[in-house]
């Protein structure tokens, strides 16, 4: 299988700052990226899907200023919670794709916003 | 729109029992794929096994089966001989393989737990 690292695993900021995640294909080049958010016990949400070199498409109700995406190589994607509030926390999960096949999960990043 | 619904939000299992969880899906595509994730307590996503519409066989890996079908548009997981290892939320999700975005839909959810 293939290897997606996620990074940080856990995050704590506080609210008004803003706060980066990774996520890598260590072993295959994703041309597609997804984030994905999920509360406790419930399902994962899909919030943007990530294409390398060019822009990022928002699924409906996602805020596209408040959830910066970016998928600057065929290998990393970021996505940045800007000024975040404490109903931003959340654990957020990110996939990536090979060219086709199934999509190969990063380990999640619970972000608490106090 | 695709949806993908898991009806059964809970259940449990004695170890070495078989337990199948239930998963429907709405689509009017013809090309898709199916698949079941497993999260356990790590909240790693794993896949357990996928299903390509076009084959009718039913797919297995090792104490993991489906039960697709088509017609009903369900898909059903089977664990055989349960394992501790086996609690966790497992996942049934649905892709289209004709947009080949990728795109994963998610149902809701089963959380199993397997009892000693």
């Known amino acids: 299988g293939a290897v997606v690292s996620q990074h940080p695993s856990r995050v704590i900021c506080k609210s008004g700052t803003s706060v980066k995640i990774e996520c890598r294909s260590l072993d295959f080049q994703a041309t597609t990226m997804f984030w994905y958010r999920q509360f406790p016990k419930q399902s994962l949400m899909l919030m943007a899907t990530s294409n390398e070199g060019s822009k990022a498409t928002y699924e409906q109700g996602v805020e596209k200023d408040k959830f910066l995406i970016n998928h600057a190589s065929l290998t990393l994607s970021t996505l940045t919670v800007t000024s975040a509030h404490p109903e931003d926390s959340s654990f957020y999960i990110c996939?990536?794709?090979?060219?086709?096949?199934?999509?190969?999960f990063g380990q999640g990043t619970r972000l608490t916003v106090v | 729109a695709q949806t993908v619904t898991q009806s059964q939000p809970e259940m449990s299992v004695q170890e070495a029992e078989t337990v199948t969880l239930s998963c429907t899906y709405d689509?009017?595509?013809?090309?898709?794929?199916l698949f079941w994730y497993k999260q356990p307590p790590s909240r790693q996503m794993i896949l357990v096994i996928r299903?390509?519409?076009?084959?009718?066989q039913n797919a297995t890996e090792n104490r993991f089966s489906v039960n697709f079908q088509k017609a009903a548009k369900s898909f059903s997981l089977k664990i055989s001989d349960s394992q501790l290892g086996d609690t966790a939320m497992y996942f049934c999700?649905?892709?289209?393989?004709?947009?080949?975005?990728?795109?994963?839909?998610f149902g809701q959810g089963t959380t199993l737990q397997v009892k000693p």
């Open positions: 996939s990536a794709r090979k060219a086709w096949g199934e999509a190969f």
């Open positions: 299903q390509e519409a076009y084959k009718q």
């Open positions: 999700a649905f892709t289209d393989g004709s947009s080949n975005t990728g795109k994963l839909i």
């Open positions: 689509t009017s595509e013809n090309n898709y794929y």
